[in-house]
């Protein structure tokens, strides 16, 4: 992405920062982060997993995850730093739990059991090679797997800031990666999550 598209996604969320920190994140409610958590989930089983998180906001997928799993090391990482100062006051406190301010699009990714993307690759971007670029440093990052989520280009409307994206498209890129990814598309209208594995 380019500098100004960035200031641009800084500016979206920093416009919202007066809301509620669902609006902040651009969500429009709590159950549709819920239903965003939960199919990220329906990867496998987190327990003793390494998970980087990628536009992790608030950090709010940490508990959600603690929930549901045993002894997960969780690393989020965002480039807006009143997500990250948030995070950190408000889930820091939780077992081996860290986050970063640092720009994953262009910094070095660490080596992790499971690489997390929950709506961070919707922005817009003149760069058409981005979002791939993206799916495959996520890929060669993590040990076991990666799940992601995208915006359905088929349901979601032209957006200054956000894009969808063709499911077929996604899921033949994808599986060049692992010929098993799987696709998940029921559980809101415009949002669909990917799951790939390594064997």
Request: contains cysteine.
């Amino acid at each position: 992405m380019k500098l100004t598209e960035k200031a641009t996604v800084r500016a979206f969320h920093r416009h919202r920062l007066g809301g509620t920190s669902l609006q902040a994140l651009g969500f429009r409610g709590p159950e549709s982060q819920v239903r965003r958590f939960e199919a990220l989930c329906t990867w496998g089983d987190f327990s003793g997993c390494s998970i980087l998180d990628l536009g992790c906001g608030y950090g709010d997928l940490k508990p959600f995850l603690d929930q549901r799993y045993e002894d997960i090391i969780y690393l989020g990482v965002d480039f807006l730093q009143e997500f990250v100062d948030g995070a950190q006051a408000s889930h820091g406190h939780l077992p081996n739990t860290q986050f970063f301010h640092s720009d994953f699009l262009t910094a070095g990714l660490p080596e992790v059991d499971i690489v997390i993307a929950s709506g961070s690759l919707n922005y817009r971007s003149e760069n058409i090679l981005h979002p791939w670029q993206m799916i495959t440093r996520m890929w060669e990052a993590a040990g076991k797997g990666v799940v992601f989520n995208l915006l359905d280009a088929k349901i979601f409307g032209e957006d200054e800031v956000l894009c969808g994206y063709d499911i077929d498209e996604v899921s033949a890129y994808c599986k060049k990666l692992d010929a098993q990814t799987k696709i998940l598309n029921d559980y809101l209208p415009d949002d669909f999550t990917v799951l790939m594995r390594k064997s």
